[in-house]
Each structure stands twice: as C-alpha cells, then as structure tokens.
C-alpha cells in the first residue's frame, strides 16, 4: 500500500525509507505538505507600496512586484526600547480560522511557522547594520532585544501547541544567515549568542512532537554543524551551488534532511535544460540517501528569479525520473 502524503515526508525527514520523493510544487500542483499560518502580518498586502507589521517594521516596495524590504525600523534608537510595545502572543485574534484551515489538510504533512525567527527580526527592528555592531558593542541590550523575540516566538509556540498540538507536524521559521562568499559573522560568535536561543525554539517545538524546518539565503556551511548538534531536522537551501553540492553532501548527508532545488539564482534563470538535468542528478545523488533525507521545493515566486515555468517543469521531470526510492520490492 503506498505511503500517505504525511508519511512520505515524517520518513523522509527521519530517514526511515519514504516509497517515494517528497513534494512541496505547488506551482505545478503537487505537494504533500500543507502549510497552515497564524494571522501573522508579516509583509502585509504587497498590493500596497508601504505596510506595518505587528512589530512596527515599516516594509516598503518599488514597482517590481516582490515581497519589499524594511525601511522603518522601530528600535533604530535605544531609547525607544524601554516603551516598546511588543506584540502579544497569546493574543486569540492571531488563531482565529486556523481550525478550519488544519480541517483542509487531510493526509497531508502539515506546518505552521514564524516569518523572520530571530536574526531577521532582531535587524528589522534595529537595522541590519546596528544589529551586527550591537553584537560587539551593546551586548546587553541586544542580549534583551534576543530574549524578547525568542519569548515572543516560544508563546507562540505554547498557544499553538495548547490548540492544535499533534494536528501540526512541522514547525517553519526564516533567518537568511549568509552572502554567497560566506557567513555575515564569526561562527564562533554565532554558536556563542546565537546557538542557545535557537535551542530554546527548537526545543519547545521537539517537545510537542514537530519536526523544525529553517530556511536560511547563503552561504551558511559554517553553521550547519551547529544546527545538527541542536536537532534542526530540515534545512531549506536554494542556492545550492553557493554552498557547493558536493561538499555540502560529503559533509552532511544523512544527517539532516534538506529541502532544495536547483540553485535560484545560476542555475533556473540561466541554464540549458541538460545543465538544469544535471545539476537535479547531483542534488539528489550528493544530499539525498536511500534512507530518505531529501525534499523537493519549489521557490513559489517565478517573476521574482526570471524563470520560466516550463524550467521548473524539466527540473521535476528529472527529479520524479531519478528519484532513487523507486524501488522493486
């Protein structure tokens, strides 16, 4: 009897031998996931060329559609930290539809998550450039900056949990950790400030029975062992070249599961179908096993990477031909 669409991917998180590739395209209509969000502002209507979100960040936008940056960071001053209004998280307007939404999952996989963890947020409230000289110079506030947002996210942990518990299996965050060339600090000071707080979240997530997925832009392999060490389960990376295919799964595979595809940036826009083909071999060849520990995602926004659809398509087709858990019994 084939494996459910949760089952598929609960064993090809944990390495127990998913009968098939798992999915999140839902460009082309296939996933076996089902993402189920809070009423989280996070970005707003990018119909709208200025938003807030329930921080205070003020997001701007240009004319090219996309999701905009933040412009308007509310504790660019100090001072202004004392009288912060912080979001609440056990605010019950923040769960309102999401039974109904969780009822439309069926056997599917299903996640919730928080836009922006801790590393985006703390930058977007202080800015990106404060933040990182914080790190050297203003160590205790941006340590009560951090603590803020982790309580904050860990409340909206408990309340999901508290409403939802087992109907959840995945727990979804964001924090872009890297350039191409490498990471924006010293991985010693990552694991020193960083790797603590990320444990505390990963934690209260494990302990209600949820796999945890990051995503993270760049160039991030000076992390990755460190994330291993504190149980993060899946790692969403699409710019595999930057990090390089090879290295990453001589390093890693096996040992976590990673949710990729073809590199967004060199690859999808520029490439001929043969090196699109080939770089899908090396992807699922170099970081998936026999075991499992691959998924298969589609970056949802073509307009935004300059790729035509009809790319994605061949990219899928050579996966779903490839896929090396098809197996005889």
Same mark, same amino acid.
């Given at each position: 009897?084939?494996?459910?669409?949760?089952?598929?991917?609960?064993?090809?998180?944990?390495?127990?031998?998913?009968?098939?590739?798992?999915?999140?395209?839902?460009?082309?209509?296939?996933?076996?996931?089902?993402?189920?969000?809070?009423?989280?502002?996070?970005?707003?209507?990018?119909?709208?060329?200025?938003?807030?979100?329930?921080?205070?960040?003020?997001?701007?936008?240009?004319?090219?559609?996309?999701?905009?940056?933040?412009?308007?960071?509310?504790?660019?001053?100090?001072?202004?930290?004392?009288?912060?209004?912080?979001?609440?998280?056990?605010?019950?307007?923040?769960?309102?539809?999401?039974?109904?939404?969780?009822?439309?999952?069926?056997?599917?996989?299903?996640?919730?998550?928080?836009?922006?963890?801790?590393?985006?947020?703390?930058?977007?409230?202080?800015?990106?450039?404060?933040?990182?000289?914080?790190?050297?110079?203003?160590?205790?506030?941006?340590?009560?900056?951090?603590?803020?947002?982790?309580?904050?996210?860990?409340?909206? +942990?408990?309340?999901? $949990?508290? =409403? *939802?518990?087992? #109907? /959840?299996?995945?727990?979804?965050?964001? @924090?872009?950790?890297? &350039?191409?060339?490498?990471?924006?600090?010293?991985?010693?000071?990552?694991?020193?400030?960083?790797?603590?707080?990320?444990?505390?979240?990963?934690?209260?997530?494990?302990?209600?029975?949820?796999?945890?997925?990051?995503?993270?832009?760049?160039?991030?392999?000076?992390?990755?062992?460190?994330?291993?060490?504190?149980?993060?389960?899946?790692?969403?990376?699409?710019?595999?070249?930057?990090?390089? +295919?090879?290295?990453? $799964?001589? =390093? *890693?595979?096996? #040992? /976590?599961?990673?949710?990729?595809?073809? @590199?967004?940036?060199? &690859?999808?826009?520029?490439?001929?179908?043969?090196?699109?083909?080939?770089?899908?071999?090396?992807?699922?060849?170099?970081?998936?096993?026999?075991?499992?520990?691959?998924?298969?995602?589609?970056?949802?926004?073509?307009?935004?990477?300059?790729?035509?659809?009809?790319?994605?398509?061949?990219?899928?087709?050579?996966?779903?031909?490839?896929?090396?858990?098809?197996?005889?019994?």
């Amino acid at each position: 009897m084939p494996q459910s669409p949760y089952q598929v991917v609960r064993r090809a998180i944990e390495f127990d031998r998913p009968d098939r590739l798992p999915l999140r395209f839902e460009a082309l209509g296939l996933t076996d996931v089902h993402d189920v969000n809070w009423n989280q502002i996070g970005t707003g209507d990018h119909a709208n060329r200025q938003t807030v979100d329930e921080w205070g960040c003020q997001w701007q936008r240009s004319d090219v559609a996309n999701m905009g940056q933040v412009k308007g960071h509310p504790l660019a001053d100090w001072s202004r930290l004392d009288s912060f209004s912080w979001p609440n998280p056990n605010d019950p307007a923040l769960y309102a539809g999401m039974e109904q939404k969780l009822d439309a999952a069926g056997d599917l996989y299903t996640t919730t998550g928080i836009f922006m963890l801790l590393f985006e947020r703390m930058h977007a409230l202080r800015g990106f450039e404060n933040t990182l000289m914080d790190l050297a110079l203003e160590r205790e506030r941006i340590e009560k900056l951090a603590d803020q947002i982790v309580d904050f996210n860990l409340g909206i +942990i408990d309340q999901l $949990g508290r =409403r *939802f518990g087992d #109907r /959840i299996h995945g727990f979804t965050f964001s @924090d872009d950790w890297g &350039t191409e060339q490498n990471l924006f600090i010293r991985p010693q000071l990552w694991d020193e400030f960083f790797k603590p707080r990320y444990k505390k979240i990963f934690d209260a997530a494990h302990n209600l029975g949820w796999h945890v997925w990051m995503h993270s832009c760049g160039k991030v392999n000076a992390i990755l062992e460190s994330l291993i060490d504190i149980d993060l389960n899946v790692i969403n990376l699409q710019q595999p070249t930057a990090l390089g +295919i090879e290295e990453i $799964g001589d =390093r *890693f595979s096996g #040992r /976590i599961c990673f949710e990729s595809l073809c @590199d967004i940036q060199h &690859t999808l826009p520029f490439k001929s179908r043969e090196e699109i083909e080939a770089e899908a071999e090396l992807l699922l060849q170099s970081w998936g096993t026999e075991k499992g520990g691959f998924i298969l995602s589609d970056y949802g926004d073509n307009a935004a990477i300059g790729v035509e659809p009809e790319k994605k398509q061949w990219m899928l087709d050579h996966f779903l031909r490839s896929d090396r858990w098809k197996k005889p019994n």
